[in-house]
Nanobody, 130 residues
Framework: DVQLQASGGGLVQTGGSLRLSCAASGVTSDDYTIGWFRQAPGKEREGLSCISHRDGSSFTQQSVQGRFAISSDNAKDTVYLQMNSLKPEDTAVYYC???????????????????????WGKGTQVTVSS
């Protein structure tokens, strides 16, 4: 049974930072992809960044490049999303998800289509105040 647990969200002021964590368990394959997504009220779910467990390659959307950075600690089966210089428009529920079939390259080529990811955590709320 695959379980994903996202944590680290909260309320911060504009310009602040947060580090989100995604703890994965039950993924027996050595070749899988972890992605970070967010969804604001009334908007489509948006893929932000993903990383390969196999080789550490990663992809980050242009919209958050320079402010958000993904990393992983394979020994802890944990993926992080460091978010700096936060803006009110970053306010959303943030989700992590896993894919067994979609590589980082494929995810990038499909604009991180959420349908390519098989397992999802419950999400963590990030609120950025003005």
């Amino acid at each position: 049974d695959v379980q994903l647990q996202a944590s680290g969200g909260g309320l911060v002021q504009t310009g602040g930072s947060l580090r989100l964590s995604c703890a994965a368990s039950g993924v027996t394959s050595d070749d899988y992809t972890i992605g970070w997504f967010r969804q604001a009220p009334g908007k489509e779910r948006e893929g932000l960044s993903c990383i390969s467990h196999r080789d550490g390659s990663s992809f980050t959307q242009q919209s958050v490049q320079g402010r958000f950075a993904i990393s992983s600690d394979n020994a802890k089966d944990t993926v992080y999303l460091q978010m700096n210089s936060l803006k009110p428009e970053d306010t959303a529920v943030y989700y992590c998800a896993a894919s067994i079939s979609v590589t980082v390259g494929v995810a990038a080529g499909t604009d991180m289509d959420p349908l390519g990811f098989d397992y999802w955590g419950k999400g963590t709320q990030v609120t950025v105040s003005s």
